[in-house]
């Protein structure tokens, strides 16, 4: 990041105030995240009742290409989240979401096959926002507990994103193709917000460096050296992961 001298008058007055950094940073972060379930979730709300492809149900269907995209893109962001460089994140994230959007888009506006590749892109990138979100907040002191405020966007994201879902298509009219891309437009402006904030959050500290190691982007050879060293680990981190992920998705979907 800059220098502390560079960076603007609010951006300092966070890092002398350590109550607010960790309120702002907690508060943005799930803000962010609870927007990005608002991209993912929405369209489970819909039942799409008696419509079937190929012998099965479009819903099943439309669940299972996110998933896959989404599972596909945990292991993409192995490479993108760790070489991304701070001054990009933000770029990054609205990339990411822009690009679900459109598999949305592609929901609503093309036949039901093509909506499964839709849907397939729409989870592509979604799987690393979380990554890019918490390299905000990874590297400090209170990163624990900044963590468990971006944890708790799990509960409450997307019960509460189906509902607006939901209110979109019983209050506007609005049919279950569309109210997926409806339902994201709608929480654009607080992602904006929230990414405006989390880019003013001050860089870790000397202390912070102290305790916690600096973070750096990794490269190939980097990730080499980390996967020669914690393989085996991580490699059963990640299974068990992607287990309770595809689970949870189950539970909470159907």
Same mark, same amino acid.
């Given at each position: ?8 008058? $609010?951006?300092? +007055? ?22 990005? %379930? ?17 012998? $099965?149900? =479009? ?10 995209? %989404? ?6 962001? @192995?490479?993108?989240?760790?070489? !991304? *460089? ?6 990054? @994230? #609205?990339? &990411?979401? !822009?690009?679900?959007? /459109?598999? =949305?888009?592609?929901?609503?506006? &093309? ?5 499964? @590749?839709?849907? &397939? =892109? ?11 979100? $918490? ?24 019960? +509460? ?8 298509? *019983?209050? +506007?009219?609005?049919?279950?193709? +569309? ?15 929230? /990414? $405006? &904030? ?33 393989? #085996? ?7 068990? %992961?992607?287990?309770?992920?595809? %689970? ?7």
């Amino acid at each position: 990041g800059r220098p502390m001298n560079q960076v603007s008058p $609010f951006t300092r +007055w966070l890092a002398r105030s350590p109550l607010a950094f960790t309120l702002l940073a907690s508060a943005s972060a799930f803000g962010a995240y609870t927007c990005m %379930y608002a991209f993912r979730k929405p369209f489970t709300a819909g039942t799409f009742a008696g419509q079937e492809l190929w012998g $099965f149900q =479009l819903k099943v269907l439309l669940v299972v290409a996110q998933m896959i995209g %989404y599972v596909l893109s945990k292991f993409t962001g @192995i490479k993108v989240v760790s070489e !991304a *460089k701070p001054g990009t994140r933000i770029l990054m @994230i #609205v990339g &990411l979401h !822009a690009v679900a959007w /459109l598999g =949305l888009l592609m929901l609503a506006t &093309l036949p039901p096959s093509f909506g499964l @590749i839709g849907m &397939l =892109l729409n989870g592509l990138p979604l799987g690393m926002i979380w990554g890019l979100v $918490f390299s905000f907040l990874e590297g400090r002191r209170v990163t624990e507990f900044l963590g468990l405020g971006l944890s708790v966007s799990f509960i409450f994201a997307s019960g +509460w994103v189906k509902s607006v879902g939901g209110l979109v298509m *019983k209050v +506007w009219g609005v049919g279950e193709f +569309w109210m997926p891309a409806v339902t994201a437009a709608l929480f654009v402006p607080p992602l904006a917000l929230c /990414l $405006f &904030l989390m880019s003013k959050l001050p860089p870790p500290d000397d202390r912070d460096v102290a305790e916690r190691t600096k973070r750096e982007p990794m490269d190939r050879a980097a990730r080499r050296r980390l996967l020669g060293e914690l393989g #085996v680990p991580l490699a059963l981190l990640v299974v068990i %992961y992607v287990l309770l992920s595809v %689970y949870r998705d189950l539970r909470d979907t159907f």
